[in-house]
């Protein structure tokens, strides 16, 4: 009952048969009437750019660190890290650099730190907003000044009634 036959298996022979390859004659380039400008310069070029340094480091614990370098004059370099990690504000805390050769031909560097707070990117080059201007800043001064001194302390705060707190007795 259990027990079966065992099975034959006959492989037919396959018959395979080549076709005729073609060949086609290649066409001869010919320039075209229209001249076009490129630019002379390495962005435009096709030559490789040799990489003179690659490090790539990937730790068990979530850190990580990867750099390098190109013959253009490229240079990379960024570390980062997992802050308070398995807990509820677990966030990733990159910081590193970078620079590269313009085409003016200075070359720009950018550092910055990436986290919870967001990218933050340094740079020489980087534009910045204008300073305040110094009667703007005094009011601004005075008014937090006034708000921290305004604000009821905790123990005036309880037994009252959110009408008392936040909306102000009129007296007609």
């Known amino acids: 009952q259990y027990y079966q036959q065992p099975q034959q298996y006959v492989q037919q022979p396959q018959q395979y048969v080549q076709q005729p390859q073609q060949f086609v004659q290649p066409q001869q380039y010919v320039q075209p009437q229209q001249q ?12 490789p750019i040799p990489i003179l340094s690659y490090v790539n480091e990937i730790n068990p614990d979530g850190s990580y ?12 370099d960024e570390s ?3 802050n308070n990690a398995g807990q509820e504000n677990e966030a990733l805390a990159v910081q590193g650099s970078y620079s590269y050769v313009g085409d003016d031909g200075q ?22 907003p204008p300073p305040i201007p110094a009667e703007l800043q005094k009011a601004i001064d005075e008014h937090l000044a006034a708000l921290a001194t305004a604000a009821p302390a905790e123990e005036e705060l309880q037994g009252s009634t959110p009408d008392q707190r936040y909306f102000p007795q009129r007296h007609f």
């Not at 400008?37 to 070029?45: E, L, N, Q, T, W």
């Not at 950018?110 to 020489?124: L, S």
């Open 65 to 76: 660190h990867y750099s390098y370098e190109t013959g253009n004059g490229i240079k990379a």
């Open 36 to 47: 076009f400008a490129f630019r002379d310069d390495a962005a435009s070029s096709t030559t």
């Open 80 to 82: 980062g890290k997992i």
């Open 107 to 128: 070359t720009y560097s950018v550092q910055y730190v990436a986290d919870e707070n967001g990218f933050q990117p340094q740079g020489a080059h980087l534009p910045t």
